[in-house]
C-alpha cells in the first residue's frame, strides 16, 4: 500500500467501511410531514375560529392576529411535548449565511419544588437572543446585545430529532432593537410583499374579479461533493477551509464523463435513502437524486415550495446532509469549488409565480404568443433582469463562488436571459408590431417500432445561461452550493415588484387615455422588448466571443465578489430596495460591509493555511525526497556511476521556488490592513490570492514528483474516486 502513514491509514479505514441498518420496513410516504406542525396539525388542535385567522395568514397574506398567539403556542407545545421534546428552540437566518438558534426549556418551577410545561402567546411572537457577535454590518454596536426574533407563521414550526432529545423549532425572523433587519428572513418576507402587491395589480388589470396574494416559488437543486471523513480529517486545509487549497490533478477526472447520471455506489446510495427519509420527515418535497458530473459529486432536487419555506427548508436540508453523511463515515462538503479542476457545485434556484386562483403565470400555454398576460409576466422579468443584473450578481457574491462563475462548468459573470427559440420568436414579432403565431412542439421519430414517438418541445435548453427559462418557470443558475436562496430571491423579487409596477402604471395610464386593452399589452411589449431586448442571449455562454459581445450590449461583467458589492452603491439599486419597503440604504449598506468582511476574512484564513500547510507538510516532505535522492547521488557517485539525476535538480528547484513563494505569502498576510472593509477585500484580491495561487502552483508540481510514500495529503485520486 502506498502513501504516507496518515494516507495509507484513512486509505485501510475507507476500503473496510461497511454499512450497519435495521432497514426500513415502513413506507416513505407515511412519514412525511410527521415532524411538522401542519395545517392539520393545527385544525384538529385549534378552535375553529382560531385555525381559520391562522391559516388565512399563511394562506392569503392577511395579518396576524396576536391574540391568537396563547391558542396556537399551547397547541404547539402539547404537540412538541407529544414528540418528545424537552426544549423549543426560536430558529433564525443571521448574515453569516447560516442557521442559528438558542434553546430553552419547556419546564419552569412552580415555587412548590415540581415544574410545569409552559409556553406562552408572547413566547411564541418574541424572542431575545444574546446574539452581538453576528456580523450587522454596522447597524449596532459589538456591545449592544439586544435582538430579537419573531415568529413567521407562514413557515411550520417542526421537531428537530436527537438520540437524547427532541426540540421544537419555530422558524422567526431576526431584528435589532431599533427595528432593523439583522438576517435573510426579514428582507425576504418584505420582497414577497413587495411582489405581490405589483403582481395583483397587474392581474386585476387583466379582469380577474378574485386576485389572491401572488407568491414566489422557488426549488433548488443542491450539488454536493462526498468523501470519506478518513480524508476530510487527514486534509487541514478541508477541515479549516471547506476547500482543498493543494492538490495536483489526478490523471483520470472527469474527462469521459462517466460519473454523470452513473450507478450510485452503494455507501452513497444508503446515505441519499436515509437522507430522503429525514428530509420527508421534515416536510421536505426531496424528489431527484443522481451522480453529477465530478467524480464524488452528486445532486439532489426538491420540488416547488413558496419561496420562504423554501428558503427555510434549503437552511435544513444542508444540515441534515451533513448530519446523515456523518453516520455513513463520509463528509458533505458544500463548498462551490472544493476541488480544482473538476467542476464545481451550484444551487441552481427555479423558480416561477402563482397563486390558487390564476395559477402558475409562467406557464406560456400551447398558443403563447395568444398569451397576454403570460407574455406580460414574462416582459416584466426580462426588464428586471436588463435593469438588475447588477443586483442579481451582487446576490450570490462570496469568495467560493467567485471560483465557479465565468469557469466552463457554470454561468459567466455576465447576466443574461435565455428564452429559447419559441419564445425569443414571439418577443421578435412583438417587437416588429405583434404577434401571430407560436413555433410548434414535435415528434421525434425514433425509427425503432417497438418505441413510441416522444415529444420534441419548441425549444432546447442552455445551460450556460445564468437566467434560463425552462419551460413554465426561469432558473436562476448562478447561486453557490453554500448559499442561502434568500439572497437571490430578495433580488429576483424586487426586481419583479419595480417591473410589475411598471407595467401596471403604463397600463393603467394607457386605458386612462382611452387606448384599448389588447392595444395598451401590445405597446408594453414592444417598449419593453426593444429597451431591454439586448439582454437576451441564447448563444453559448462559456464562448469568449459572448464577452466581447456583451460588452458591446452594455452588459455588466463583474467578474469578482469586490466588483459585484459596488453594486450596492448604485442609486438604482438603492431606489428599488428602499421604494419598495425591502431594504433601507442602512440596512443594505450594511449587507454590502458583511459580505466584503466575510470575502476577506474567508481569504485570510486560507492565505493562513495555505502558509501552515506549505510549512509544516509540503516542505519537509520535499526536503526528505531531495535527501533521498541527494543521497542515492552521493552513492551512484562514490561507486564510479556519473549521472546529473534531473529528478534531483527538479526537485531541489521547485523547493527553492516554493521556500519564495511562501516568504511571499507571508508578507502578504502580514501586509493585510486597510481603512475600510473595500480596502481590505481588495488587498485579498490583489495580493493574497496571487500569493496562495504561487505557493499552490509550486506546490501541486512537487506532488507529482515527490515520492509517494513520503507525500502527507490524501490525493484528489484518493478523495473523490474512493468511497
Known sequence: ?????????????????????????????????????????????LPKHVFKAVSATIDKGAPLDPTMAD????????????????????????????????????????????????????????????????PNGGLRGTFEARGYTGWDVTSPAYIMENPNGNTLCIPTIFISWTGEALDKKTPLLRSQQAMSKQAMRVLKLFGHAEVDTVVSYAGAEQEYFLIDRHFYFARP????????????????GQEFDDHYFGAIPDRVLAFMIEL?????????????????????????????????????????????????AERYGMVCLLHEKPFAGVNGSGKHVNFSLGNNNQGNLLNPGDTPHENEQFLVFCAAIIRGVHKFGGLLRASIASASNDHRL???????????????????DVFDQIAKGGAKASKETGVLELGVDTLPPLKADAGDRNRTSPFAFTGNRFEFRAPGSNQSIADP??????????????????????????????????KVLEGIIVEHGKVVFNGNGYSDEWQEEAAARGLLNLRTTVDAMAQYDEPAIQEVMSAYGILSNRELKARKEVVLEQYSLALLVEAKETLEIAKTMILPAANRYQGELAGTAASLKAAGVETDHPVLMSVTKSTKDLYAAMLTLEEAIGGFHADSVEGEAEYALKALIPAMVDVRTVADKLESIVADDLWPLPTYHEMLTIL
Open 1 to 45: 500500500m502506498s502513501g504516507s502513514m496518515s494516507r495509507r491509514q484513512a486509505i485501510e479505514a475507507v476500503t473496510n467501511y461497511s454499512v450497519e441498518t435495521d432497514g426500513f420496513p415502513e413506507p416513505l410516504a407515511d412519514t412525511f410531514g410527521r415532524n411538522v406542525f401542519t395545517l392539520s396539525a393545527m385544525k384538529a388542535r
Open 71 to 134: 391558542y396556537v403556542a399551547s397547541a404547539m407545545k402539547d404537540w412538541a411535548i407529544e414528540k418528545g421534546a424537552s426544549h423549543y428552540a426560536h430558529v433564525f437566518y443571521p448574515l453569516t449565511g447560516f442557521t442559528a438558534e438558542k434553546h430553552d426549556s419547556f419546564l419552569e418551577p412552580d415555587g412548590s419544588g415540581a415544574s410545569l410545561a409552559e409556553f406562552q402567546g408572547k413566547t411564541l411572537l418574541q424572542g431575545e437572543p444574546d446574539a452581538s457577535s453576528f
Open 237 to 252: 486545509d478541508l477541515m479549516t477551509t471547506n476547500r482543498t487549497l493543494f492538490g495536483d490533478n489526478p490523471s483520470k
Open 276 to 324: 430522503d427519509r429525514e428530509l420527508f420527515k421534515q416536510g421536505i418535497p426531496a424528489k431527484t437524486r443522481h451522480n453529477e458530473v465530478a467524480p464524488g459529486q452528486f445532486e439532489l432536487a426538491p420540488v416547488f415550495e413558496k419561496s420562504n419555506l423554501a428558503h427555510d427548508h434549503q437552511q435544513l436540508m444542508m444540515t441534515t446532509m451533513k448530519n446523515v
Open 406 to 424: 465565468g469557469a466552463n462548468e457554470a454561468p459567466p459573470a455576465i447576466i443574461s436571459i435565455f428564452l429559447g427559440e419559441q419564445l425569443m
Open 489 to 522: 430571491m430578495i433580488a429576483i423579487n424586487a426586481m419583479l415588484a419595480e417591473s410589475l409596477d411598471y407595467v401596471a402604471n403604463f397600463l393603467e395610464k394607457e386605458l386612462a387615455d382611452g387606448v384599448e386593452f389588447d392595444a395598451a399589452v401590445q
